[in-house]
């Protein structure tokens, strides 16, 4: 509230007002003998970082489907799967090769097009999943640490955590979000829309909590482990289903 939606309107503006690539857009928009222009580069620079998280957590998703394809979600190896060089940059190869295919369509023709119905798959998904959860034996104890407040950890550094979440979680800084913002049209109401991104990225960053913090508990794994969390959690829920569907 503080600072992302007051700067998702920032960016949505710039966007709209420029009309263009994030590498010009400042350009564009600068006054005579400014120098914001050099943002531009920044931006692209800041994308090219992300890529190098991105494609390779991708490339980890990609990788667990093939194996859960081939039977095998019961000992999917998080730990033997990232020490293993080979694995990790064949996959990270197949989802640069699958989003370069996807924006060849352009942004409408090809990433909103794919992402309307990926979202919509993923939301039932994780909505599915924490509803599972909630009802695996020793849920409640991960339910109470999700959810039961502990102020001595309010802290400073907890505050700067927080809005550097903030900046991640909502694509700030690195000229994504003035790239969709090249795309409103005329009438679109920006605060609204900044407004609806910044609460639906929170609840799906809640539901997620949801879905893998109980099963943490209910399986002994540490909620400190990071994010291996995901990795370790969930397959071994759709395990824990799957075996006692089996049984039944």
Same mark, same amino acid.
């Given at each position: 509230?503080?600072?992302?939606?007051?700067?998702?309107?920032?960016?949505?503006?710039?966007?709209?007002?420029?009309?263009?690539?994030?590498?010009?857009?400042?350009?564009?928009?600068?006054?005579?003998?400014?120098?914001?222009?050099?943002?531009?580069?920044?931006?692209?620079?800041?994308?090219?970082?992300?890529?190098?998280?991105?494609?390779?957590?991708?490339?980890?998703?990609?990788?667990?489907?093939?194996?859960?394809?081939?039977?095998?979600?019961?000992?999917?190896?998080?730990?033997?799967?990232? =020490?293993?060089? *080979?694995?990790?940059? @064949?996959?990270?190869? $197949?989802?640069?090769?699958?989003? +370069?295919? #996807? /924006?060849?369509?352009?942004?409408?023709?090809?990433?909103?097009?794919?992402?309307?119905?990926?979202?919509?798959?993923?939301?039932?998904?994780?909505?599915?999943?924490?509803?599972?959860?909630?009802?695996?034996?020793?849920?409640?104890?991960?339910?109470?640490?999700?959810?039961?407040?502990?102020?001595?950890?309010?802290?400073?550094?907890?505050?700067?955590?927080?809005?550097?979440?903030?900046?991640?979680?909502?694509?700030?800084?690195?000229?994504?979000?003035?790239?969709?913002?090249?795309?409103?049209?005329?009438?679109?109401?920006?605060?609204? =829309?900044?407004? *609806?991104?910044?609460? @639906?990225?929170?609840? $799906?960053?809640?539901?997620?909590? +949801?879905? #893998? /913090?109980?099963?943490?508990?209910?399986?002994?794994?540490?909620?400190?482990?990071?994010?291996?969390?995901?990795?370790?959690?969930?397959?071994?829920?759709?395990?824990?289903?799957?075996?006692?569907?089996?049984?039944?």
């Amino acid at each position: 509230v503080i600072l992302g939606i007051p700067a998702l309107v920032l960016e949505f503006s710039i966007g709209r007002a420029a009309q263009t690539s994030p590498l010009f857009m400042y350009r564009k928009l600068e006054k005579p003998g400014q120098k914001w222009g050099i943002f531009g580069w920044f931006c692209l620079l800041g994308n090219i970082a992300l890529m190098a998280f991105y494609t390779v957590v991708c490339g980890w998703i990609i990788y667990y489907f093939v194996q859960f394809l081939r039977g095998k979600n019961g000992s999917l190896g998080f730990s033997a799967m990232i =020490s293993s060089p *080979s694995v990790n940059v @064949f996959f990270l190869l $197949v989802t640069v090769v699958i989003a +370069f295919f #996807i /924006l060849s369509f352009n942004l409408q023709g090809g990433l909103e097009r794919v992402t309307k119905y990926m979202m919509s798959a993923l939301l039932v998904l994780m909505l599915a999943l924490a509803v599972h959860s909630l009802f695996l034996k020793g849920s409640g104890e991960g339910m109470t640490f999700y959810l039961k407040p502990d102020f001595s950890k309010l802290t400073p550094g907890a505050f700067l955590s927080a809005l550097g979440q903030v900046f991640f979680s909502l694509s700030l800084g690195t000229g994504a979000t003035i790239t969709y913002g090249a795309y409103l049209g005329k009438n679109q109401n920006i605060p609204k =829309s900044a407004a *609806s991104i910044a609460f @639906f990225d929170t609840m $799906v960053a809640m539901i997620a909590g +949801f879905a #893998i /913090l109980p099963a943490v508990f209910a399986f002994g794994f540490s909620p400190e482990s990071g994010p291996s969390l995901m990795f370790q959690t969930l397959p071994a829920a759709v395990s824990y289903t799957h075996l006692r569907a089996h049984e039944t």
